[in-house]
C-alpha cells in the first residue's frame, strides 16, 4: 500500500443481508448507520455507553464456536464494523412471534414509552444464547438503563427466561464458524481507518502513517468522538491482530493477551484451575456487560487515566508488560509504565502485546472501588491490595495501590514498608492509616475533594482489614 492510496468501501452482515458501505461520513458511528437504513429499534441516548439503547448483537467467536455479543453501537465506527455480522432487534420476531425475551417483557410489562426496551431485549436474548445451567445472568442488565417503568418488571422477565427454551433460528446459526475480520483500508474525507491482521502489516502501516493512533475497543476513543467532538486523522485498529490475543498459563505465571475483551478474559479465567485472585470482584466493577464486550486490557491500560480499572489491580498482583515495536521487544513492571496524567512510557511505534501476571500468587487480594453509583461508572476512588500473612499472623508482604487519589495509578511502598513484619492487627491498620495521609497528595475535583479522598483511601485500608482472615487462605474465582 502507498501512503496516497485511496481505499473505500467494506462488506458487512446486518440481518442476514451483505451490504458493502461506501462514503459514509468519517464521524457515522454502526448505530448511525443501520437507522439510516429503517432499523430503528435501537435509539441513541448517552452516546457513551453508559445506557444501553443503542444495544445491537454481533458474532464473535468463543472457545472455537460462534456466540452472540451485545454490544453498545453508539461507541463503534461504522467502518470498525467491516466484516462484521449484526443483529437488530427487528428480526428477534419470528413474523408475528416474539421472541422469548420480548415475549416476556411485554407478559411483565416491562416496557413502558419503550424506549430503552429493544436494548434491554438484545442484552436479555445475548444471555439467553451463553447461559449456562439454565439460569441468565441479572448483572447482564448493568448496562441497560430504564427512566419511566421502573426495574422490578424487568428483572421479573429476565428471571422468566431461567426457564424457557428457545429454538430460535439465530441461535442455531451458532454452531457456523464466526465471521473473520479482513483487513481494512479505508478513507473518508481527512480520515483514515486501517485494520491489519499481522504485526508485519500494522509495522507497514505505521511506517506509512507515522502520526497514526491505536484503537482496540474504542469504548474511550470514541467517547472523545461523541461527546467532545474530537476527531484523528489516522486511526490504526489492532483488533485484527491475533498476536495480541494470547492467553495462556504456566507454572510461572499467566499471560493474557492485549487484545481480549474483558468479557473474554473473565470467560478463560473461569477454564483455569487456579485464576489469579481479585478478579472475580474486579470484573463488575468494570464499567458494564456492554463496554466489557468490547474494551480490552491493553486500552484500559494505555489509556494511563488516573482511574482506570484496571491499573490498582494488576499493580498488588505485580504485572509486567511485553511490549513490541519495530525494533524489537521489551518487558517492563507496570508501576514504571505510567508517567503521568495520560502519560506512559510507550515511544512511537510501540504496541502492548500482553500483560503477565507472575506465581505465585497473594494469599488474599481485594479489589474495592467507590463511584457515585456502583455499576457503570468512573471510580472517585479506587483500592487494591495483596497480603500474605505467616501462621502467626504477621506480615510478610503486603502491596497497596490506588487510583484517583494522583495524577496516575500508584503504590504507596511507604506505607508497605511500613507494615511489613507487624501483626496483622487493627491497632497497627489505623497506624498505617495515618501514614496514608502523609503519603497521598489527591487532587479536588467535582467527584470529591483533597480531604474526602483521603478519608476514602483511610477507610478502604481498615475494611481490607476486616474482611481479611487472620490465617492466609486459598482464594477462588467465580
Known amino acids: 500500500m502507498k501512503r496516497n492510496e485511496k481505499r473505500t468501501g467494506f462488506p458487512l452482515t446486518i440481518n442476514g443481508i451483505t451490504h458493502f458501505v461506501e462514503k459514509v461520513e468519517p464521524g457515522q458511528t454502526l448505530l448511525d448507520y443501520v437507522r439510516s437504513i429503517g432499523l430503528t429499534g435501537a435509539k441513541e441516548g448517552c452516546k457513551e455507553g ?4 443503542c444495544a445491537l448483537l454481533w458474532v464473535e467467536e468463543k472457545e472455537g464456536k460462534s456466540c452472540l455479543r451485545a454490544i453498545n453501537s453508539c461507541l463503534i465506527p461504522i467502518v470498525a464494523a467491516a466484516h462484521r455480522e449484526i443483529y437488530t432487534v427487528e428480526v428477534l420476531a419470528e413474523g408475528d412471534r416474539l421472541c422469548d425475551a420480548q415475549r416476556v417483557m411485554v407478559e411483565e410489562g416491562g416496557s413502558q414509552c419503550g424506549y430503552c426496551t429493544p436494548g434491554f431485549v438484545v442484552t436479555l436474548f445475548a444471555e439467553q444464547s451463553d ?6 445472568d441479572l448483572g447482564s442488565l448493568s448496562g441497560n438503563l430504564c427512566r419511566c417503568t421502573g426495574y422490578r418488571p424487568i428483572k421479573d422477565a429476565a428471571l422468566r427466561l431461567h426457564s424457557l427454551k428457545s429454538d430460535h433460528p439465530l441461535f442455531k446459526r451458532l454452531s457456523n464458524p464466526p465471521p473473520r475480520l479482513e483487513k481494512v483500508l479505508f478513507e473518508s474525507g481527512p480520515e483514515r481507518f486501517l485494520r491489519p491482521t499481522t504485526l508485519d502489516e500494522l509495522w507497514e502501516l505505521f511506517h506509512l502513517y507515522p502520526e497514526a493512533r491505536w484503537a482496540a475497543g474504542m469504548t474511550d476513543l470514541s467517547v472523545e468522538r461523541n461527546i467532545l467532538f474530537r476527531r484523528f486523522p489516522c486511526l490504526i485498529s489492532l483488533e485484527g491482530i491475533t498476536k495480541l490475543r494470547i492467553f495462556s ?34 470484573f463488575p466493577l468494570f464499567a458494564s456487560p456492554l463496554i466489557r464486550n468490547r474494551a480490552t486490557l491493553g486500552g484500559n491500560l494505555a489509556t494511563a487515566s488516573p482511574v482506570g480499572d484496571s491499573a490498582p489491580l494488576l499493580l498488588v498482583l505485580q504485572a509486567r508488560l511485553l511490549i513490541l515495536s519495530p525494533k524489537g521487544s521489551r518487558e517492563i513492571p507496570l508501576e514504571k509504565f505510567f508517567l503521568g496524567y495520560r502519560k506512559t512510557i510507550l515511544q512511537p511505534g510501540e504496541v502492548i502485546v500482553s500483560v ?4 505465585p500468587y497473594p494469599s488474599i487480594v481485594r479489589f474495592y472501588k467507590v463511584a457515585k453509583r456502583q455499576s457503570d461508572d468512573i471510580a472517585t476512588v479506587s483500592m487494591a491490595a495483596a497480603v500474605d500473612l505467616d501462621p502467626d499472623g504477621f506480615i510478610q508482604s503486603i502491596r497497596l495501590a490506588f487510583g484517583g487519589v494522583a495524577e496516575k495509578p500508584i503504590r504507596v511502598e511507604p506505607v508497605e514498608q511500613e507494615l511489613i513484619g507487624k501483626p496483622w492487627e487493627l491497632p497497627v491498620i489505623r497506624q498505617a492509616k495515618l501514614k496514608l ?42
Not at 453508559?50 to 439503547?53: K, P, R, S, V
Not at 485472585?277 to 474486579?282: I, L, S
Open 437 to 478: 495521609n502523609d503519603s497521598l497528595s489527591p487532587i479536588d475535583d467535582h467527584r470529591g475533594s483533597r480531604s474526602y479522598r483521603v478519608a476514602l483511601t483511610q477507610n478502604l485500608l481498615e475494611k481490607f482489614y476486616w474482611q481479611t482472615p487472620i490465617l492466609p487462605h486459598k482464594t477462588s474465582f467465580g
Open 249 to 282: 498459563e504456566s507454572s510461572r505465571g499467566i499471560e493474557i493477551g492485549a487484545g481480549l475483551s474483558l468479557r473474554e478474559i473473565e470467560e478463560r479465567l473461569r477454564t483455569i484451575p487456579n485464576p489469579p485472585p481479585g478478579f472475580a470482584e474486579w
Open 50 to 53: 453508559e445506557c444501553g439503547a
Open 131 to 136: 447461559r449456562k445451567e439454565g439460569k441468565v
Open 356 to 359: 503477565w501476571i507472575p506465581k
